[in-house]
């Protein structure tokens, strides 16, 4: 899917009615993160059915954020916790992708970045993270309908640079950093017993990982296990409790966004020990393989990425100009080479690495 818009003619002018991308259901938001030396404020979409990540005309008024946690109910997309360079945040924000205004919303009991964060019934669920001076095993629930943070069971670990995915109902959260070392632990969360129960560990110890549910799995992607940023990825069987190690991506990458959209994972961007990349590829499960995508239009890494679905204007988030689509593809891709060359991208992007 991805590399057939690549094998069309470069040649061609315009691209032929018959292979006009369709409008997509789902699209994918990355907000932010860390990238030229600094947190950003970019707000990117990517459209699956283009292969194109779409630059959008607006940022938060409140300003830049990286190492935060997010999700999306509804029609709003919600921040939660991070980091601008100097404070670390309890404050919340939330985006409404119809009315495209942004709004302030309760803080959280604790400051939080590298906090991991999911939507699950409605709610907001924030775990763990660091406040610039301690790691947390505390978690607090956000409910829309009341606008409060609602401190809940703490993890049995401390856990910053973790992630989170849900899976049929229950919170699966893997990896981090605990002050010490990484984690190769993990833990699942079940709401109606508000219980944590721990996990079999996983193949490698894994921070500043990323993971997501794709079918009946967890997989747990990439990372950095206390030496080398990681290109590895494993998926986890709820049945039978044990981890599977999958085909590794072509990128090593800690840091990144990861979503599911068309029924693969999208590894996106991230800091691969050097400096920040823009590398997108996706994996197909049946396949077992990894295929490159469209390159961000900047590189970074300590963001997050979003699936959305159900739009009621989903046509302002795709690519809107179907003509010379394939030109565009190829200018944008060789622009990005060029800039790599020259463009040092500062190695904070590893932030938690100096703090310790």
Known sequence: MINQLREIAVSMMKTPAIATPRLPHEVIFTVGGWGEGQSQSIIETYDT????????????????????????????????????????FNTCRRFDMVQKDWQEIAPMHCKRCYVSVVALDGKVYAMGGYNGSNRHNSVERYDPQTNQWTLIAPM???????????????????????????????????????????????????SGVSCAALGDSVYVVGGFNGLIRLNGCERYDPTTRRWTACKEMYHQRSNFGLEVIDDMLFAIGGYDGVS?????????????????????????????????????????????????????????????????????????????????
């Open 49 to 88: 059915r283009a292969d194109r990540w779409i630059k959008l005309p607006t940022e938060d008024p409140a300003g830049p954020r990286a190492y935060y946690g997010a999700a999306y109910i509804g029609r709003h997309l919600y921040f939660v916790g991070g980091y601008d360079g100097v404070e670390h």
């Open 156 to 206: 049995g670990s401390l856990r910053s640079d973790a992630d989170a995915c849900t899976l049929n109902g229950m919170i699966y959260i893997a990896g981090g950093f605990n002050g010490h070392e990484c984690l190769n632990t993990a833990e699942m969360y079940d709401p109606h017993t508000n219980s944590w129960s721990p996990l079999p560990p996983m193949l490698h110890r894994r």
């Open 276 to 356: 920040a990349i823009a590398y997108v590829e996706c994996y197909s499960p049946d396949a077992n393989e990894w295929l490159e995508a469209t390159d961000l239009s900047m590189m970074r890494s300590a963001f997050r990425a979003v699936t959305v679905s159900g739009l009621p204007n989903i046509q302002d988030y795709v690519h809107s100009n179907k003509e010379n689509l394939i030109n565009e593809l190829n200018q944008h891709r060789h622009g990005l080479r060029n800039a790599s060359n020259v463009v040092a991208s500062t190695s904070t992007s590893d932030i938690e690495d100096e703090l310790d």
